[in-house]
Each structure stands twice: as structure tokens, then as C-alpha cells.
């Protein structure tokens, strides 16, 4: 792509058709949950585009968000990165190493100076540096470096998001979320261990078409993905209304597909698109292949743990209700409309109240 090419050109002289493209468009729109009519918008706003200068830091992460990004069906990863962005720095994908993948991450800052993104992958370690340095350098000293010049920040997985695993107790590398280190910089949190593929390349679609940052929930995620428990939209959520559980994986109520509420799944108080998107194109999500949710898009998913165990029932005005259909499935039901945040709290308190 030359230089001063707009995405439209490069397309046009790729073989891509505007129908085809203005079908990319509505398929970006639709994810992002945006009406009909931004298509047409977000066609113009990418068509005017220039290729985005993306680098791509992994620090303590175990590959798994770049593995889910490679499994991304729209866009695919190869017309992600040869028709949209240019990645220039990505230690899992580039082909050069040493010294040469280090000088790649220094021309791209130097060339896109205020407009390149930096996506970032794991936990960074505070505790001491030497827990995880590439070419030398602490995660710390890097992304503080990269970060100088960035224009945003999208933090993908738990890891990145909210410490994650590396960051779970006793956290002995003092592991922080990338957050602790943006320096005010604009940050999209994407979490999920690993995130949803096209929940990351949505975004991306997103910030190249509008130029800014979608609209973001309480933790830094975006609504579209992220604005709805998995429990909203889980196809056995009449069972659930029903009183109709599991109390196995492989008891007559697993093998009727009922709720998995009993066998300890936290779609309830876990906020992703897990339900509607699902993985490997859609073909599947956990809970549709028989377990429960982990509630892995949370903050300190691991350390809450009881992930075999029943959520808490949220107690308040409706206490002597609720507290029947602890006994009585049925009535759990009435639970459902008590609002996910107060159920998310309940259990947090509960968890809390075990390790006293």
C-alpha cells in the first residue's frame, strides 16, 4: 500500500468489490451494535482510512488472546492485517526476531508518532523487573516507552485487562492490568481469557472508521460486547425462569439441556457476548457444550473461584422470597429480576466472607 492510499484504493486495486466491502461494513456495524444506518458510515470512514499503525506487546499472557485473534472470521486475521491495519510489531506473528523486530517497534513509533494503537497481552510484573523483560527490557520500561507516543491503548485479555491469572493471589510478581501504567492515555479493555476474536477485531474496525474510542461500560470495555450478562442471552435461560437445573454434568436435567446455575456457572454476573457471538464462528460458547461459565471476563475471576459451586442468592426487599427459592428451584425464577449487579455483589461478599 502506498503511502498516501486510502483503504477504498488499496481494496479496489486488491480485487475487493464496494459490495462486498459495504457487506463487511454492515457485519461491523451489527457487532458493534450500532442501527442500520451507521454502516454506510462506518463503510466511509473506512474507505477513507489509512492502513492503522498497530504494535502489539505481549508481556506475562500465555499466547492464548493472540491464538483467539487468529481465529477471527470477520474480519479474518490475514484481511485485518493486510487490508486494515499494518502490525508492525508482534513478537507471535512477525517473521524477523532480535534486533531487528526491536528496531521495527522503534521505526513505527518514530513514523506514526501520535496516531499508532498499542494492544497489549498479559500482566505486567512490578515486583522486579527481571520476572519478564524482552530484548532486555522490563514489560514496565517498554510499554512506558511505547505508550509515550501512542494515540489509545486496547488492553486485550484478563490478563491485560485486570491482572488475571498472573495477578491472582499471592500475586508474587506483583502483576498490575495495564491500566496502572496508561498515563491517561485512551484505554479499551477487552477481557475474556481468552477474548472473544471478533470482539477485538470489531473494536479495531471501530476506532479506524470513527476515529475515537466506542462507548465504554464502568470497567473500560466496550458496551456492545460487554453491556449484557451471558446470562441475558443464554439460550437455557427459560429453564433457569422454569426452575429447571442441572445438579450434574451428566445427570437427566444436563442431558435435557437445563440451566447450569446449580453446577456453578456464572453467567449472571459474568458481562460478555459469549452467548450470541460465540467461539470458532460461531459454531459453539462453554455453556452450550455442556459447562458452565467461569466468569473469566471479570476482575479477580480466579481468586473468587467456586467455579463448581452454586452462585449466592441475592438478599434485599426481597429477601423472604428469595430466600424460599433457595430450597425451592422453581421460585429462583423471581431471582432473575433482580438486577446482575446486585447478584455480582452478593457473590462477591459471599466469597469474601469465606476467606474470613
Not at 518514530?110 to 519478564?132: E, F, M, Q, R, T
Not at 520500561?141 to 505508550?147: A, G, N, S
Request: proline residues 7%; glycine residues 10%; hydrophobic residues 40%.
Amino acid at each position: 500500500m502506498k503511502p498516501d492510499d486510502n483503504l477504498a484504493s488499496e481494496l479496489e486495486r486488491r480485487g475487493v468489490s464496494r459490495r462486498a466491502f459495504l457487506k463487511f461494513a454492515t457485519y461491523a456495524a451489527s457487532l458493534m451494535a450500532l442501527p442500520p444506518s451507521a454502516a454506510e458510515a462506518l463503510a466511509e470512514g473506512l474507505a477513507a482510512a489509512r492502513r492503522q499503525s498497530v504494535i502489539w506487546l505481549s508481556f506475562q499472557e500465555c499466547t492464548g488472546c493472540t491464538e483467539s485473534i487468529t481465529r477471527s472470521h470477520a474480519p479474518t486475521l490475514e484481511n485485518l492485517i493486510f487490508d486494515f491495519i499494518s502490525l508492525d510489531y508482534h513478537h507471535t506473528l512477525m517473521a524477523v526476531s532480535g534486533e531487528a523486530a526491536e528496531e521495527a517497534r522503534l521505526q513505527a513509533m518514530a513514523a506514526n508518532k501520535g496516531k499508532y494503537i498499542v494492544v497489549v497481552d498479559g500482566s505486567v510484573p512490578l515486583d522486579n523487573p527481571g520476572y519478564s523483560m524482552i530484548a532486555g527490557v522490563s514489560n514496565r520500561q517498554m510499554l512506558e516507552d511505547t505508550l509515550k507516543d501512542a494515540y489509545a491503548v486496547i488492553a486485550v485479555g484478563t490478563c491485560a485487562s485486570f491482572g488475571g491469572i498472573p495477578a491472582a493471589k499471592p500475586n508474587p510478581t506483583g502483576a498490575v492490568p495495564i491500566s496502572a501504567l496508561t498515563s491517561g492515555k485512551p484505554l479499551i479493555n477487552i477481557s475474556g481469557c481468552p477474548p472473544i476474536p471478533e470482539a477485538m477485531t470489531g473494536v479495531i474496525s471501530y476506532v479506524l472508521s470513527f476515529g475515537k474510542l466506542p462507548e465504554l461500560d464502568h470497567l473500560g470495555r466496550p458496551k456492545a460486547f460487554f453491556g449484557e450478562t451471558i446470562h441475558d442471552r443464554c439460550y437455557r435461560r427459560p429453564f433457569y425462569d422454569r426452575g429447571l437445573f442441572a445438579e450434574g454434568f451428566d445427570d437427566a436435567g444436563a442431558r435435557q439441556g437445563y440451566c447450569l446455575y446449580k453446577v456453578g456457572c456464572k453467567g449472571p454476573v459474568t458481562y460478555n457476548a459469549c452467548a450470541t457471538l460465540k467461539w470458532n464462528g460461531g459454531v459453539s460458547f462453554p455453556i452450550q457444550s455442556g459447562h458452565g461459565c467461569l466468569g473469566c471476563s471479570e476482575p479477580n475471576f480466579w481468586d473468587q473461584g467456586g467455579f463448581y459451586r452454586p452462585l449466592p442468592t441475592p438478599l434485599g426487599a426481597m429477601g423472604p422470597i428469595l430466600a424460599g427459592a433457595a430450597v425451592a428451584g422453581a421460585a429462583l425464577g423471581v431471582g432473575a429480576a433482580l438486577s446482575a449487579r446486585n447478584h455480582q455483589q452478593a457473590y462477591l461478599a459471599a466469597r469474601e466472607k469465606e476467606k474470613e
